[in-house]
């Protein structure tokens, strides 16, 4: 999963399991993951949460970088 977000220019913050990109945060534990953007929740802001065994974080991670590309 860290090689993941790597990828797709996530950094680790201080917090452990916590990944930034710009305005994008992506943290998660054993079982669940959640990213969001730190912007208000409208119509530009994005909320995904969901199992970690059954999420795709390719998908999320793809979403993301196309978000950004039109931020």
């Not at 710009?22 to 969901?50: H, N, P």
């Amino acid at each position: 999963m860290e090689e993941l977000l790597q990828k797709h220019g996530f950094k680790l913050t201080e917090s452990p399991n916590e990944w930034t990109k710009q305005v994008w945060t992506v943290r998660y534990d054993d079982s669940m993951l959640e990213a969001y953007t730190d912007i208000k929740f409208d119509k530009s802001g994005r909320y995904y949460c969901g199992a970690l065994d059954k999420i795709d974080l390719e998908s999320i991670l793809i979403e993301i970088d196309e978000f950004l590309m039109n931020y």
